[in-house]
């Protein structure tokens, strides 16, 4: 690389003890999919699977998963095929296209990916097997509108279902506590106490924030963690579905903006930021290389093992005394190539891959399921997997879930790439910056 109370009903969210690595072999509890199975297919089959979940601690998740749905499934065979979201956003489209392509695929939500697959008419609409398995128990309305389009592709949040998302998500804080207990530094509760933690960390010759700027969408999570503190709910939802004719060029986004470029010029991020990628980034926080990064709870399970640090998440915090809203939602969600020839099983395979089971190998990885876990399972929340869940309860709880500013416009992610760019390289101002972004969404919403 994301509104309502109602956005996110995770039934109570159990975690299950953090373990190193995941089982080869099912383990005891209950593997029961949300709804019934469908029967048997009555010869072999292969279904091809495109996912994004690439990393170590990902994959292995995903393999174990696989793994088990073959079992329960005699004669169908998982090919799986991983890709880096960058690689999959370019050829993703494409390949659910062809007759050959992708039986089921992770689809990015928003409009420039789910929306253009939508509009393309390449998507299974999952309306019936949403019914069929019951997910309305799983996720509740508000977080189905996020992988929800009009047949047209033209509104998103309406019509019909058209993926499935495993993962939960927030944007916050990871720090490490080492450097922090080193330094006699605490935890931030306002957003004044955090500007002030970064000019202490950077006068003590440490880098306050980790961060690479090279591959371009994680910028974007930077500068709306900021927005998000700046703006109300409303805003922005009514900026992500289009609705109500909001501007992007307001004063809350061009201080935002301000705020951003003020720490790239104050020297806050990792040297040579501009030519760092994201996940070159995280290794040298994950090495001990920066007191703070800003990204995804779906980052934790990495800073688990190979590590000799040791590290916490936060949210980042508000403005003294206002509310907060803070990036959240639901992970890159499956869906299913509309011309399978094999939609029921790829309809059950989207099924396992939000039921239970797959809660507890997510959690075991110290990544928060968007499903609750089996009954049973343990809980231990003194960890870092326990302060992400944290974070998520108090947004979800609070009302305060925001979005992926990117899904706005099929082209928004391109231009608030570029932008941003420009805005740290010092070729544009913050003012300047939320007009180039606005003539984007402007133009948008002129077309709708």
């Given amino acids: ?115 253009a697959m939508v509009e393309a008419d390449l998507l299974l609409p999952l309306n019936e097997y949403q019914t069929q398995y019951n997910w309305a128990n799983v996720f509740g309305t508000s977080v189905a509108s996020r992988n929800s389009f009009t047949p047209d592709g033209k509104t998103f949040g309406q019509g019909n279902l058209y993926g499935v998302s495993p993962t939960a998500e927030v944007v916050g804080v990871f720090y490490n506590k080492g450097i922090f207990a080193e330094n006699g530094w605490s935890v931030p ?39 998000h503190l700046l703006v109300s709910l409303d805003y922005i939802n009514n900026l992500t579905y289009g609705v109500n004719n909001v501007s992007f060029d307001t004063p809350e986004n061009i201080e935002a903006a301000r705020i951003f470029y003020d720490w790239a010029q104050a020297g806050y991020f990792t040297d040579g930021y501009s030519g760092i990628g994201y996940d070159d980034s995280n290794n040298q926080f994950k090495a001990g ?29 508000g403005f003294s005394g206002q509310a907060t809203v803070a990036i959240g939602g639901v992970g890159i969600p499956y869906s299913i190539r509309k011309t399978t020839e094999h939609p029921d099983i790829a309809a059950e395979y989207l099924n396992w891959m939000i039921s ?11 990544m928060l399921p968007a499903m609750s876990l089996p ?45 941003l760019q420009k805005l740290l390289g010092s070729v544009s101002t913050p003012a300047e910056f939320t007009v180039a972004v606005e003539a984007d969404y402007a133009q948008f919403l002129q077309g709708q």
């Fill in 375 to 419: 009954e049973g399972s343990d809980v231990d929340t003194d960890n870092l997997f326990g302060e992400t869940l944290f974070a998520w309860d108090t947004i979800n709880t609070n009302n305060a879930v925001g979005h992926y500013i990117d899904w706005a416009t099929p082209t928004f992610y391109d231009t608030l790439v570029a932008e």
């Fill in 189 to 227: 509760t306002t957003f004044e106490d955090f500007e002030q933690l970064l000019a202490d960390i950077k006068a003590a010759g440490i880098t306050p924030i980790a961060f690479g700027s090279l591959d371009g969408w994680n910028a974007i999570h930077e500068f709306s963690a900021i927005q």
């Fill in 1 to 115: 690389m994301k509104r309502i109370r109602n956005f996110f009903l995770i039934t109570t969210i159990f975690l299950l003890t953090l373990t190193s690595c995941i089982p080869d072999t099912p383990t005891e509890v209950s593997q029961e999919p949300v709804g019934e199975v469908p029967a048997e297919p009555a010869e072999d089959l292969t279904l091809l699977v495109w996912d994004q979940f690439y990393r170590p601690e990902e994959s292995a998740v995903i393999d174990q998963l696989n793994r088990e749905f073959e079992n329960d499934h005699p004669g169908v065979t998982i090919e799986r095929e991983t890709k880096i979201l960058e690689d999959l956003k370019l050829t993703v489209k494409l390949a659910l296209a062809e007759a050959d392509g992708p039986d089921v695929a992770q689809v990015n939500q928003g409009r420039s990916d789910m929306g």
């Fill in 289 to 317: 290389e920066g007191a703070m990064t800003i990204t995804g709870s779906w980052f934790a399970p990495e800073l688990l093992t190979g590590t000799d640090q040791d590290f916490g998440f936060f949210l980042l915090p």
């Fill in 356 to 366: 239970p089971r797959a809660a507890e190998l997510w959690a075991g990885i110290g």
